[in-house]
């Protein structure tokens, strides 16, 4: 993948990270020492290695290196609670696991620092392995509707596919300059920034801010030309006014709904539209966006890439007519200049090995519409997912958790409306005989859950309301607590 980049310029940045930049030659050399000292620590092909790292130089060598030897990447969030770390690490169970300072897991194959820098020194170079481009090479996790994230497996291939793609499509060359914020332990992340950038000759920014002045220094600073951020970043950026942005070219929001004021607000504030994009791990990564400029329309998430081929289903699986509603399925396009080149994921990991998936269109679990031009619009979600600044919350894994209070009889978690974060995260409870001590569960929460899944809105009620089956019905959750007084977070 560097080859034509170190054929053409091996002197020109590759990556730049807050420790420094790599040129082309630089994450060549480096890349090369990750894959020796990944193999002296016993990865072999198809093994897994898993990484807790900061956005910074190492996550890219290593992701490189384990690549070369044909091990399979696994990032686990730095922001997980010790819970959530622990059930990624053994969803995926890694030969090696780069622990950073924000891995709060013990286990054998942990490799902290002064381990892996010692590795990067003594190791001889890996042998030379004949990567199989279609064979497993990363995890993305992801969640269903229970909460419980799944183990998505994409080859070299898919991987690689996203940058193509958009590099040609929308003209990108060697003055490309992407900045991310977002934690690269993602592998969407992985995907649309040093892969991205390497098949255009850029240069992959990779930030470690994701605070409104922090993104301002690093965009200003570093000459960004295409940022990617959260709706609720956008937000913060449209209120500063007084920042000159001028070295953006492209602004992409995603992960939550952009919505239309959202970006007149911030094209008002810095003269540029931001793009929307709509996205799924299973693809991996954008599958719609707006087109260069500023062009966009209401509502819509941009238009399906190249490679893809996305429209609506019905309830019996049949494809609807472009612009009738149903579920959102992706499979790969049949014509055109992409055609053929998209294969669908590999399956889900799964007791050690990947378990295929079924044949036939991925369902997106969102229902909209795909028009004649290929706009994407996505009127709901089908999972009960909430979605607080980009990132997801699924009410039963919280409430679980709050279930676990003897206090509690029952719970029922779901979202409310927030002009900066789209959703901000509320419970109803309903206790026992005496009043709840929200406190406490909040504490609860802080304990087993990341603090963007904590609730920020409480609510005691008598009795919630249940159907025939036993279950909350949701919809009636907002009127429930109208007029009843609730507490903020603690």
């Not at 990750?34 to 890219?60: E, K, Q």
């Not at 709509?278 to 707006?290: F, K, Q, R």
């Amino acid at each position: 993948m560097l080859a034509p980049a170190l054929a053409a310029n091996p002197d020109a940045p590759a990556v730049e990270a807050v420790s420094g930049v790599w040129s082309y030659t630089d994450l060549d050399r480096h890349a090369h020492r990750a894959a020796g000292a990944l193999w002296s620590l016993g990865v072999r092909p198809g093994d897994r290695v898993a990484a807790c790292l900061p956005n910074d130089l190492d996550i890219v060598a290593a992701f490189h290196g384990a690549q070369r030897i044909g091990a399979i990447w696994a990032g686990i969030g730095e922001a997980l609670a010790p819970g959530e770390q622990q059930y990624l690490h053994d969803l995926c169970g890694p030969t090696v696991t780069l622990a950073g300072a924000n891995y709060r897991v013990d286990s054998p194959d942990r490799v902290d620092a002064d381990r892996w820098s010692d590795a990067l020194t003594r190791a001889d170079s890996a042998p030379d392995i004949g990567v199989d481009v279609d064979a497993p090479a990363g995890i993305a996790f992801t969640s269903g509707t229970s909460g419980r994230p799944k183990a998505v497996v994409h080859s070299q291939r898919n991987l690689l596919l996203p940058g193509a793609v958009l590099g040609a499509t929308r003209g990108w060359g060697p003055t490309l300059r992407k900045g991310d914020s977002f934690p690269l332990t993602i592998l969407n992340l992985m995907v649309l920034s040093t892969l991205l950038t390497a098949q255009s000759g850029g240069c992959a920014v990779i930030m470690n801010r994701r605070d409104v002045a922090g993104v301002i220094d690093w965009i200003t600073e570093r000459n960004v030309t295409v940022w990617n951020g959260a709706p609720a970043q956008l937000y913060d950026l449209a209120r500063r006014r007084d920042v000159d942005l001028g070295s953006l070219a492209e602004v992409w929001s995603g992960g939550s709904d952009t919505s239309d004021e959202l970006r007149e607000e911030f094209a008002a504030a810095h003269g540029i539209v931001p793009r929307a994009t709509y996205g799924l791990t299973e693809a991996p990564t954008v599958v719609s966006i707006d087109p260069p400029g500023t062009r966009w329309r209401p509502r819509s998430s941009g238009q399906v890439l190249a490679h893809y081929d996305v429209a609506a289903y019905d309830d019996d699986g049949k494809r609807l007519p472009a612009g009738e509603l149903g579920e959102l399925k992706l499979s790969g396009r049949t014509e055109g200049d992409w055609a053929g080149a998209w294969r669908p994921m590999l399956g889900h990991w799964e007791d050690g090995g990947v378990r295929r998936v079924d044949p036939g269109p991925i369902p997106t679990g969102d229902v909209g519409t795909v028009d004649d031009d290929g706009w994407l619009t996505v009127l709901d979600r089908k999972k009960l997912v909430i979605i607080r600044g980009g990132a997801n919350v699924y009410p039963l894994e919280v409430e679980r958790v709050i279930g676990t209070d003897p206090q509690v009889a029952k719970v029922a978690v779901y979202p409310v409306p927030d002009d900066r974060l789209g959703q901000r995260v509320a419970a109803v409870v309903e206790g026992t005989g005496t009043p709840v001590d929200f406190d406490s569960l909040a504490d609860l929460c802080r304990h087993e859950l990341s603090p963007y899944k904590i609730p920020e809105k409480w609510t005691q009620v008598q009795t919630l309301p249940v159907n025939a089956m036993g279950k909350v019905i949701r919809i009636d959750l907002p009127g429930l607590v109208d007029g009843i007084t609730n507490r903020s977070a603690p």
